[in-house]
């Protein structure tokens, strides 16, 4: 037997592991709508189950991305007011001094320096007392307005399937060429495989 007994099938089989692995990969988006191949119906996963994988993708990002709770939890720490006290006493002192002042003239003999630093003191004091109340009440009324899990998986189903294969390609477009090279480095080794029992039975 020459070297080409023993190269050609080793190739053909690499070859053969390498296209069966990407025909595999392109059967989760091809074909895009249902054709039919000896009276069975053949359609791409992922075009297939596109709205099962919205549902399940809208429920995962609604409960473990998204948690209301978790967005409550970050919307009424007292740092944000800290963070947004300077811009707030800011208003405040315009609000004294100019358009308080503007709506009842006779107050600017009454309201001085003194009296205006009290009232922003007051206010403010009032409004870290209010602030979490009032962030709390708005976020169970978004939260009854807002169904996120709804949202996703509308959005999620409305893709084209051009678009979903786009996006998963982006996402593991490396991953799929490893794929690809796995199945080529298996087919090697099984066509490697046979050609050394072939040998072998033969010797």
């Not at 922003?120 to 409004?127: N, S, V």
Request: proline content about 4%; glycine content about 4%.
């Amino acid at each position: 037997m020459s070297w080409t007994d023993y190269i050609v099938p080793v190739l053909f089989s690499a070859f053969t592991g390498w296209v069966t692995t990407w025909i595999a990969i392109k059967m989760l988006f091809h074909p895009r709508k249902p054709i039919s191949i000896f009276g069975f119906k053949v359609q791409g996963i992922f075009p297939k189950n596109q709205q099962l994988i919205a549902q399940k993708l809208g429920q995962v990002v609604s409960k473990e991305f998204l948690s209301f709770d978790e967005i409550e939890a970050k919307v009424i720490n007292p740092d944000n007011l800290e963070k947004l006290k300077p811009e707030i006493e800011a208003h405040i002192d315009i609000f004294l001094r100019e358009k308080l002042v503007t709506l009842f003239p006779m107050l600017s003999m009454f309201i001085g320096d003194k009296t205006i630093n009290q009232l922003k003191t007051a206010f403010l004091t009032e409004l870290e007392n209010l602030f979490p109340i009032l962030m709390k009440n708005y976020m169970k009324k978004l939260e009854s307005d807002l169904d996120l899990e709804k949202i996703v998986t509308e959005k999620v189903a409305s893709f084209s399937s051009e678009k979903l294969e786009d996006i998963l390609n982006q996402i593991t477009k490396k991953e799929f060429q490893f794929l690809e090279v796995i199945g080529a480095v298996f087919g090697f080794i099984i066509g490697l495989v046979q050609v050394l029992l072939t040998q072998l039975s033969n010797s």
